[in-house]
């Protein structure tokens, strides 16, 4: 992993880190008139940013990256209109999500029950492997407890997805549940 302290420490680091945050990700969609080069412009400074960013990646409007040096992304995958997506997670080849998905990779301490819950800080994060080939539907939330996402699997719109997903499997509802198995 590259050197965060000395990475974020560089000027050019934070300038792109804020173009990406404050500017383009306000820029049009993908699919509205102006949008391909808005595409453009959020790959280039993704590019820059995460930790590792395959060949014609698409990061819509609106995407928040908590941690971007913590993201990897493979080719032909995109990242759906108002996502948030935090922490480590690499993304497979021909990944596909809709809008408004959630990805947490931590969650706040509760273990000490003297202590407000809001004093007690953050468990450390929870890295998400999500294989090639996946379809995360639209208003989709993947728990931190998730820890992989098998390849060829669909997220059904509105999942919780709490526990590891098996690949080519459909699963629903809240919680995430199989729904089928797209390979008999």
């Not at 493979?74 to 999500?97: A, F, L, R």
């Not at 690949?167 to 629903?172: D, K, L, N, R, S």
């Not at 919680?175 to 198995?181: E, S």
Request: include cysteine; aromatic fraction near 10%.
């Amino acid at each position: 992993m590259v050197n965060f302290k000395k990475k974020w420490g560089s000027f050019r680091y934070q300038l792109i880190f804020h173009l990406f945050n404050w500017i383009a990700i306000y820029l049009p969609v993908s699919y509205r008139p102006g949008g391909g080069l808005a595409t453009r412009i959020r790959y280039m400074l993704g590019k820059r940013l995460f930790k590792a960013c395959g060949q014609r990646v698409n990061v819509e409007r609106g995407v928040f990256i908590e941690q971007p040096w913590m993201l990897e992304i493979g080719d032909d995958s995109g990242i759906g209109v108002n996502n948030y997506v935090d922490g480590p997670i690499s993304i497979g080849h021909d990944v596909m999500m809709g809008p408004q998905v959630t990805i947490y990779r931590r969650n706040h301490s509760t273990d000490k029950t003297d202590i407000p819950m809001i004093k007690q800080g953050f468990d450390s994060f929870h890295p998400l492997i999500i294989e090639d080939d996946v379809w995360i539907g639209g208003h989709v939330i993947i728990a931190p407890s998730v820890r992989k996402i098998g390849t060829g699997s669909i997220l059904a719109t509105g999942a919780v997805v709490v526990k590891d997903v098996q690949p080519f499997e459909v699963i629903g509802g809240n919680p995430g549940r199989v729904i089928k198995h797209r390979i008999i």
